[in-house]
């Protein structure tokens, strides 16, 4: 909002209104002498001007990222991305309810056309997070009034994919073919459950090499992470570990060339593409792990503890049922009844 002053200009009586706009002066007068009757046309001055001005969509991201996101974030890649994708409604004013949600369904019928239902979600989470943000005054106290917050009806389905028996097998045998730190990544991803995140941003000091564990807690910086844990070393990724650790070079485990590595996602890729292995990211390695422990009896309480989850319901939702003790009954009925020497009755 401009800082609007009454004054008199020099050598004259009659009052004005001065005020910056886009870095210069502006004034304009008020036609009378009178204090009072200036104060009050000041105050109609005002109103009418409210209505022209608005902070729009671009310097509301633009601020919600210096001042709320960047300061938490542990990358700012994707949300760089998103931002390049929201350009369209920059000039956008989200008080003006009819423009603003016009605007931003033609945006999502342009981004359907090129993107995913969830891709567009996401970005749809930052706009609105943002605008949120900046009507709080509290926090972005950008925003006088009431803006349009536009819907993001995306309903999210819980992705379930692991390895079975016959494909892990495949990835374990192929690994100490593969690069020190994809290698490295990879092993303890799928014998920890680790996240990626938290495997890129292993440093030496949390290898605690006498208790035989990897410390995954996140560092004290501030910045926003999901749960995390202790972990022991597997056999398996013990002696890439191992050399990995004697020879980082940065403080940090997974180096290539000398360098911390920030995101393995091509090589990781390009490795299950050779293996066959369709439809699987590198996070279904943590769901390949915690799959495994529920077909193996492990209970839901302890899955949920490693995979560091809130609670067990959150667990329950992705592998109660591959769990043995997921409906039991029905799944001893179904063998038995169909068993292969069974006689079909007519």
Known sequence: ??????????????????????????WASTGTSDEAFATTFLETFKRLQQTHEYVNVGEILHQFTVRDYKPRAVSMSRHNSILNQLEPLR????????????????????????????????????LIAAINWAADRERGRMIRGVPYIPKNRYQKVARIRWLDTEERTRLLQALPQQPLHLRLAVGIAISTAARKSAILELQKHQIKWGEGQIDFHAPADGRKRKARRVCDITGMVEPWLRKAFDASQTGYIIEKNGRAVRDIHTEFKAMCNSLELVNFRFHDLRSTWAAGAALDGVPMEQIRDALGHSTVKITEQHYAQIHPDYREKAREYAKRTYASDVTVMR
């Open 1 to 26: 909002m401009h800082n609007y002053q009454l004054k008199r200009r020099k050598g004259r009586d009659t009052w004005h209104i001065y005020w910056k706009q886009d870095g210069e002066s502006q």
């Open 91 to 126: 000039d956008c004013n989200p008080l003006d309810h009819e423009s603003f949600e016009d605007a931003v369904y033609e945006w999502k019928q342009d981004r359907l056309a090129n993107v995913s239902e969830v891709t567009m979600a996401r970005e749809m989470a930052v």
